[in-house]
């Protein structure tokens, strides 16, 4: 339903997900939102943090709670354009996970980067 | 300066809207334009018509609807997460066979290109969520 913008403003943005696949509805609100915002064209990062690291994780199944499991549209990211995932070395390690346990390739960032990533983003959109 | 809005977290429950609706006075009372609010999640609840606060509490929704009356802010409602929660407009009550609807005066309900044409748009986009 959404028209292609045709503004020519192209904006850094930066979707932080930083909460569990499911027990809040905000992880999936956010991948939505990234699709939606792909026909926009803008120059788009997603970061991974705290508990926001288990949406990437392998073999995730939802079956019992019967809910969607949308862990496989992270795999389709490339195909709107969305190919740099950031993921919080730390928040992966204090889990107990590897880059090995996830369902896409994604580039480390050290907690202390964090910071200087965001810095370089127009828009921050925070899930 | 141009300003737009993400509210992710309904009213009463959730300070995000009162706080929301506090910077968006601020910055009008302070000659800034406030472009757009877009409503997500349980934000969407903002948007009803139908809630009858006690009386000597605050008027969530009304506050919004005047500020859209009297500022010209651009009140959007997430059509995927309204169609969640029963947040209905004429158009989606025909679309969906409803018998009713309930979005209040000064809301519309738009998908969430909305939200990303505001942050292209704005020169902030400011979020109150947790």
């Given at each position: 339903m959404e028209e292609e913008y045709a503004g020519g403003v192209e904006k850094k943005f930066i979707y932080i997900n930083r909460r569990?696949?499911?027990?809040?509805?905000y992880a999936l609100e956010s991948l939505e939102t990234v699709l939606i915002g792909a026909a926009f064209d803008q120059d788009v990062s997603m970061l991974f943090i705290d508990d926001g690291?288990?949406?990437?994780?392998?073999?995730?199944?939802t079956d019992s709670i019967e809910?969607?499991?949308?862990?496989?549209?992270f795999r389709a990211l490339e195909m709107y354009d969305v190919e740099k995932l950031f993921v919080e070395a730390e928040s992966l390690q204090e889990r107990g996970l590897s880059e090995d346990d996830l369902l896409v390739d994604v580039e480390l960032v050290k907690r202390g980067e964090v910071k200087d990533l965001i810095d370089q983003q127009d828009v921050v959109l925070s899930f | 300066m141009k300003f737009s809005i993400l509210v992710n977290e309904g009213p009463y429950q959730h300070q995000a809207s009162d706080s929301a609706y506090q910077f968006a006075k601020a910055a009008l009372e302070s000659?800034?334009?406030?472009?757009r609010v877009f409503f997500y999640h349980d934000g969407v609840n903002n948007g009803t018509n139908l809630t009858t606060p006690?009386?000597?509490?605050?008027h969530i929704q009304k506050r919004w609807s005047e500020m859209a009356e009297s500022n010209k802010v651009d009140l959007v409602l997430c059509v995927a997460a309204c169609q969640r929660r029963g947040i209905v407009d004429e158009g989606e009550r025909d679309r969906n066979k409803k018998d009713a609807t309930n979005v209040a005066d000064g809301f519309r309900i738009s998908g969430l290109g909305q939200l990303i044409e505001a942050a292209i748009e704005s020169d902030r986009l400011v979020t109150f969520g947790d």
């Open positions: 569990a696949p499911h027990g809040t509805v690291v288990y949406q990437l994780k392998k073999d995730q199944s809910f969607k499991n949308f862990s496989k549209a | 000659g800034h334009e406030v472009q006690p009386q000597d509490d605050r």
